[in-house]
C-alpha cells in the first residue's frame, strides 16, 4: 500500500516541490499536504499522475495487470464474489 510518506519520498527524490505538484496535480499546496501526512486519500488517476512526474517506473505493475487481463479473459468459468448472489 502506498501511504503518505511514500508520496512525499517520490516527490523528494524527483526534486518536486509542494508547490509544483500541487501545480501538476492541478489542486492546492494543502491537498498535496494531506496526501502526504495520511489525512486524505489521492485518488487513483491522481497516483498514476504522481507516479509519472516523479518518474517511477511502472513496467513491472503495468505487466502485472496485463498477466491478469490475459489470465481472466483466457479462463472461462470464472467465478467472481461480486457476482454471487
Known sequence: MIDGDDLKAMRLRAGI???????????DRKTIINYEL?????????????FMYCKVDMGAFLSEIKKVRKQVNGTEGISLDDDES
Open 17 to 27: 516541490s509542494q508547490e509544483a505538484m500541487a501545480k501538476k496535480l492541478e489542486c
Open 38 to 50: 495520511g489525512v486524505s486519500d489521492i485518488r487513483s488517476k491522481l497516483l498514476f499522475m504522481w
